[in-house]
């Protein structure tokens, strides 16, 4: 079953979420700011991913401008400021075994259901 990382909020998640159950997805909802993920779940996402830490930060968010910005951080830094501040987290991200995708286009869902 496919897993999605969502944000009710944002726009893209909401897109996301409609594509899904349009094509008659099951999927599970993880709604990360009211449930938010831990550092072992965030870990385990971006293995999945295969992206490193900062890559899946939101450089729009205020958190990011007014606490990291120009900073130079490790990857357990950014996973800490995940935690701390979990708006950094882009999304929605979408989670289906061993893999995942940061899910902000119609394309990139469609691509992920057709590997």
């Known amino acids: 079953m496919t ?3 969502h944000n009710a909020r944002c726009s893209k998640s909401r897109n996301c ?9 099951s999927f599970e909802v993880r709604e990360y700011l009211k449930k938010p993920l831990d550092k072992e779940e965030l870990r ?4 999945k991913l295969n992206l490193p830490a ?3 930060i939101r450089k729009t968010e205020a958190e990011y401008k007014e606490n990291f910005k120009d900073k130079i951080m490790s990857e357990e830094d950014w996973i800490e ?3 701390q ?3 950094l987290i882009q999304r929605p991200i979408l989670i289906r075994g ?3 995708i940061i899910a902000r286009s119609e394309e ?3 691509a992920f259901y057709n590997e």
Do not use: N, R, T, V
């Not at 979420?17 to 997805?25: A, N, R, S, T, V």
């Not at 385990?44 to 293995?47: A, E, P, R, T, W």
């Open 3 to 5: 897993k999605i990382i």
């Open 17 to 25: 979420f409609q594509i899904l159950e349009e094509k008659g997805e």
């Open 44 to 47: 385990g996402i971006l293995k």
């Open 54 to 56: 900062e890559k899946i």
């Open 81 to 83: 400021a995940m935690i």
């Open 85 to 87: 501040y979990p708006k």
């Open 98 to 100: 061993d893999k995942a």
């Open 108 to 110: 990139a869902i469609e």
